[in-house]
């Protein structure tokens, strides 16, 4: 059965007032703070992520891109990664919505999404 919208994880970078908003309107969200998880290694939130079924969100495009390749190269599932431009935290979160809306948990799988 496909789900219908992605759980998100946010990391460090993240504002968490973003993740207020996303939840407010009804999304699963964590972030590093909820978790306990501040200061670690990016590969360990992307792996963090990947084992709890979360689509990772984070501004640091590089690093994260690096590591999506290094899923791709070991076969390595992954629930997706979001990288965000830098926004204020409202734009920013009605961006996360539109894309939550149009891509469905399953297409998100092993995907990078820009937004």
Known sequence: MMELFADLYLDEDVDILVAEILRSRGFDVLTTLDTRRLGSADSDQLEYAAGHGRALVTHNRVDFERLAR???????????????????HHELSMRLLRLLNQVSRD?????IAYV
């Open 107 to 111: 297409e998100m799988q092993n995907q």
């Open 70 to 88: 290094r899923y791709f190269e070991d076969a390595a599932p992954h629930s997706g990664i979001i990288v965000a431009v830098r926004r204020q």
